[in-house]
């Protein structure tokens, strides 16, 4: 299972938990989780494909503090798996974007 969180630390709330469990366990899956500030929502991608979608009561930017992988507040939660690529961007990509990244790792 794969769980992705996104939180607001300077606002003290979690407005995102994404949970999947793989269609395909073994295999390389790419994965893209986006936060629109401008519709409140975020958006959860497996293999290309919307996967499941947040709406949010607040609104506005969502400052970025620290990020763990494989773990939770600096607490070990340990992925039993490979990471390849991860990469953090600084705008919204469109779906066709993720589509596009997608692809590219075929």
Known sequence: M???N???????IRFS???FT????NQWHHIA???DSTTTST????????DATRSHS??????VGPAWIGGWDGQPRWFQGY????????RVLSTLEIQALYYQGQ
């Open 2 to 4: 794969v769980r992705l």
């Open 6 to 12: 996104f939180r607001s630390m300077d606002r003290g």
């Open 17 to 19: 938990d994404f949970r």
């Open 22 to 25: 793989s269609r395909t366990l």
């Open 33 to 35: 989780a986006i936060y």
């Open 43 to 50: 958006y959860f991608y497996i293999d290309g494909e919307l």
């Open 58 to 63: 607040f609104s506005g930017a969502v400052a």
């Open 83 to 90: 990471l390849d690529d991860i990469r953090i961007y600084s």
